[in-house]
Structure formats: structure tokens, C-alpha cells
């Protein structure tokens, strides 16, 4: 009734399946070699149990009928010569095959892979066939993960608040570890394999170099053993000055030879309690964190040093492009290309750069970062951001499979047509040997684990576009329904496009035709395009929208900040005209008169009011179809989801009438006939007050 199970539970599936399923699956043929595929084993029983009430007979030879034969080459060495296991050659160290084959001349279903990490992997996507209620009797699938390194990124510190964490507190309780290891974290282990994650930065990138002393280091070890056979491996977000505060060191230069030993030893230390870590996560000389330029140095001198360090043991540096200058820039949305594009080729070959998917910060809606595709000589990363730190945090149903699809999907142009951002992260156009994308978490202590309901399928949607970049966001989250709320194609047939459509309707009523940044401040909930005045000029509102009688939207032309010169040629050309830059970019890219004629012959005033009413409407007709859904999901989700609905219904109104009456202020022109006049003057949106609000 909670959501606990997330994707993974397993309900009584159609009778008519269950018998097809309990014929075709009737025996298991699946040799155990250690915790990795013992895991898979009692999750097929699981599920096997739970979707067709069904315990298989565990066999050691295949026999005439409905066997399901699970393995390697190696568990498996009587019948690896059979035609069958070729397909075992494309599949990696990660990927996973299921087939309906012949084997030793006996029809059987097949799950293989070359590692017990890809029999877990297989074992999770066989199930979700199971779930989906698929035919069984002709598969052929074969997969393997196109990223290497599919991460989650905790903001969690180590008092256990999550920063921009919307669903409790943070799910390690330092406290109690090592000593006591909570189910919980096996049960999130578990979700993560499910879905191909493989590792997991346990705290903040704001980082607190405590994590980095003994005392934490046994803490994270106890995590690594839960994780090591779910496959993921832990890392940790490194304080750039730890050689000061912990080391006692007089300064953290990267080119100082006290600081390399400090951070030699450091590792090794850690490779003492952790075996298989993964590596660092950094942030420096950001939002006031310590990095090399604080002695001088480049990112570049920055992220060599630690991944020295870590080399001798396989670990690599993830380093986050997501910088700007202590002095104010003209604008923001340049800052990490023209730091990062000069040190191209400096990196070490274990250092990868996390580029946010914008050049800004994680809004509602960002044209892709110029720096994908802008440094070919060095390796680049994805950081998404799962928790909806802009976008309604945990109160609002935004799906965000296609706000990550599309700006995988979107062409960098980096080597001519056909160069998406997936394609620069995958590694297949500039060969990188490590390839990796992140996600900051949206996960915490929530009964549910992401506070509202369908949060969990950006969790899943995150881990499912991780493994494969070019996957379609709709499967993803046709999948995740019937996985969730089992598979009920009426069900699925009313909220998929409502899923669908749920992040377009949040841009609208939040932030639509290009706009950006107009969120309160601070805490980042709700609207504030009046925010003005703070300690940095790009921290307002008024930077980014730029409102003023004469119009409104940021010139990032050769006119105005030329931000658009950092992208390649035909992406400046789509973008570069007003009158044919694709309107949910308007804004962002141009400075435009409030009577500028949009192509749909409105003005782009209308063009403007029109999109926050429709935002607010879509909520509306999405709060109509959860409402037909009573019934079908069990009754505490349909309970939360209404409310939380209702919720998002006001605060889109809120959005909108804020932002529309702000606005006028400029355009001095009528909101359109028809669609209505908010019910408050804009003096009692400035005045709204929050205290309190999470993840701050
Ligand atoms: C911003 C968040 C801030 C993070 C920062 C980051 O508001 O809390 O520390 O990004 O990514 O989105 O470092």
C-alpha cells in the first residue's frame, strides 16, 4: 500500500498468463557461483511467486518442456558450446541475453551473460517482460549498457539532511553505521540493480571533509559491502582543501608535493577499507567550495592531482564543469565552457568532467550545454538532476524521461548531423574510454522513497536511460505503470499521457517560451520574477528574464552576451533568428519586444499569458484523469496523488498569476480575452512567505 516496492512488486498477473507462465517456466535450471547471481536466483523466485503463484522446479538438466536455463559460459560449461551462447560475445562484462533456444536439443528459455552482474541485470529485465504480461515463447533480446558508469549522486551531509532533498532525510544513517547496516539499504541496492545503476556517490558534493577521516571511511565501507552484489560501487564527493583540514597541511596546491602524499596516502587508505572504490566526485571553485584556483591553479592541475592518486587503483575523478567566477559574469550560461575549452586534452586519462544537461542549473526547461561536444580531447559526463529541485520538488507529478531524453537526443553538430549529446557521453564519437552520466538523487527517508508517487519514475527513468541513452521516454514510462501499478492497459492508456505531457505543462506554467531562473528565492519554490537585489547579480531573477518596457528574454546573440557563439555552427543557425528559433527556446536565446509576432500570428505578450493558462490547464485535465483512475491503484497512492494533484493545481496557479501580473507590469497590454484575470493583486504573491521549506 505504501509504494515501498517501488517497480519491484510483484502482483498476481491475469490468469490466462499464469498458466502460460507457469507451463513455460515450470523448471529452473540456474547454477549459482556467488552473492551476485544468488541474488538473481531468489529474485526470479520472487517474482515467479508473486506474478504467477508458482515456486519452478530447480533442475540440473534441461528437460522437455519449460525450462528457464540461467547463466555464464563458465556456470554453465556443458552447454556453452551450444549456438545459443555465440550472442554471450556482444554482450560485455554488463549485458545480458534472454532467448527462446534449442539447447542440448530441448526447447528452453534462456537468460545468459558473461558475469553474474549481467545474469542480474538479465534476471531484472526478464521479470519486467513477466510484468508487462510478455509472450514468452519467441525472445530474443540481447543488451548491453552503452554508458559505463551509471550513477546516483546523494546531496545527502552527514547530519542526514539532503540537500534539495524533497523526501525526508538521508537514507545512511552514519550514526548507527557500521555497526548496524538497516534493510533498507539492501532494499535500495536492490532498486538501483533493477534498473543498471552501478554506483553511488554517497554525500554531498558540497562536501564535508569528515567523510574523507577514518571513523567515515569504516561507515562507507559497511555501505560498499551491502552494494558490492547488486553491483555498485561506492564513491565519495571530496573536499578539495581536506589536506588542510584534516591533513594539517598549510595549503591544498595541487603542484605542492606535501599535498600529492597527503592525497597518495589518503587513497590508499581508503582502497584499505573500500577494495573496489570507485573514485571522486568534485566540486572546486564553485558557489564558494575550495579548488585549485584558490592557489593559482587550473581545474585541470585540480583533478590530475586526486586522479594520481587514484590511479594505481583503478579509481577515477569525476570533475564538475558546473562553475562560475567570484566576480559577476555578463552572463552565467558562458562560464563553464570558456573555463573548461582551454584545458581540453590536459585531463588525466581516469578524470571525467560532469557537465550539467544546461549551461545554467537544472531548470525546467535548458538548451543542451555547449561543452558537449566542445572538448574532444577529454571525457565527458551527463549530471541530471532527479529531485525536482526546480521543478515543484516532491509536491508536483513531473515526469522527467522527457526532459532527459531530450536533451540526450539534442544534435551538438561537434562531428556534422547526427552528433547527439548521447553520442558525445556514450563515448561513440570521440572513443573516451570511460563513459559515465549521473543523476542527483531524489531518494530519502519517505515511506515511498521519493516523497510523491510518481517520483519514483524519474528514479526509474534515470536508471533505464543511463543503461541506454537513445530509449524512448514513453516505453520508459509505459514500463514503470505497468511494473508499478501493474500491467492494467486502461490504466496505462490514461496516465501514460498524462505522464507525457506533465513536464511540458510545468514548463508553461513556471517557466515558458525560454524564460529561466524566476523561482523564489532561496529555497527555490515557487515563483519570484521579482528577486532582485541579492549579493550576486546572477542569483536575481531580473538577470535572467531581463523585463523591461521594451520587452523581455536574454540576448545571447552576437547582439547581446553571444553565449550562442559556444555552440557549433548549425546549432547557432537554428537558434540564431528569432523569427525561426523553435519557441520554447525564445527567450533564452533573444531580447524581443512584447509586440513581436509569433508564428502562430499572436503577439508575444498573448504568446506568453497563453502558455501560463495552458500550464495551469493541463494540471486541471490531469488532476480529471488521476480522478477515473479510483479504483485501479490502490486506494493510500490514489489518496496522495489526488492531494498532492490539488496542491500542483494551486501552485501552477500561483505560477502563473504571479508571473502573468509581474509581467504586465511591462507590457502594459490586457491579458487575452477568454482566458481569465487572477484573483489577487501581484502585491499578494511578493508578499507570500515560506519558513521552513526541505533542502535548503
Ligand atoms: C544548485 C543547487 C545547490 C547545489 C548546486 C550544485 O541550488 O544546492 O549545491 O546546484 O550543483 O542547483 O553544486
Known sequence: QSG?????????????????????????????????????????????????GQVPEQVDAIRQQGTLVVGTPSSLPAMAQETV???????????YGIYTATIQGKPATAILANTSKGVLYGAYAFIRLLQRGADIAKVDITSRPKVNLRLLNHWDNLDRTVERGYAGFSLWDWHRLPGYRDPRYTDYARANAS???????????NANALVLTPAYLEKAAALADVFRPYGIKVYLSARFSAPMELGGLPNADPLDPNVKQWWKEK?????????????????????????????GRSHADGANLLADALKPHGGVVMWRAFVYEDTEPEDRAKQAYNEFVPLDGLFHDNVIVQVKNGPIDFQPREPFHPLFGAMPKSQLMMEFQITQEYLGFATHLVYLGTLFSETLRADTYCNGPNSSVARVIDGSLTGQPVTAIAGVANTGTAINWTGHPFAQANWYAFGRLAWDPDADAGDIADDWLRCTFGNDGPLVHALLPMMMQSREAAVNYMTPLGLHHLMGWDHHYGPGPWISGKPRA??????????????????????????????????????ENPQECPEEYLLWFHHLPWDFQMRSGETLWEALCRRYYDGVATVGRMQATWEGQKGRVNEAVFNEVRDLLAIQYQEAVRWRDACVLYFQQFSGMPIPDGLGHPEHPLEYYEKMEFHFVPGI
Do not use: C
Not at 85 to 95: I, L, T, Y
Not at 195 to 205: A, E, K, R
Not at 270 to 291: C, H, T
Open 4 to 52: 515501498y516496492h517501488l517497480w519491484l512488486d510483484y502482483k498476481p498477473l491475469r490468469d490466462e498468463l499464469s498458466v502460460s507462465y507457469k507451463t513455460q517456466l515450470a523448471a529452473l535450471l540456474f547454477p549459482t557461483t556467488d552473492g551476485t547471481d544468488s541474488i538473481a536466483k531468489q529474485e526470479l523466485l520472487d517474482a515467479f511467486n508473486g506474478l504467477f
Open 85 to 95: 551462447f555465440s550472442h554471450v560475445a556482444q554482450m560485455g562484462p554488463e549485458g
Open 195 to 205: 534498473i543498471g545503476i552501478n554506483g553511488t556517490v554517497l554525500n554531498n558534493v
Open 267 to 295: 587513497v590508499a587508505e581508503i582502497y584499505r577499507y573500500i577494495p573496489d572504490f570507485g573514485g571522486f566526485l568534485v566540486k572546486a571553485n564553485s558557489e564558494g567550495q575550495p579548488g585549485p584556483q584558490n592557489h
Open 538 to 575: 546572477d542569483w536575481t531573477s531580473v538577470y535572467y528574464h531581463k523585463a523591461s518596457k521594451d520587452g523581455i528574454g536574454f540576448d545571447r546573440t552576437a547582439s547581446g552576451s553571444d553565449a550562442l557563439s559556444q555552440y557549433f555552427p548549425e546549432v547557432r543557425a537554428l537558434f
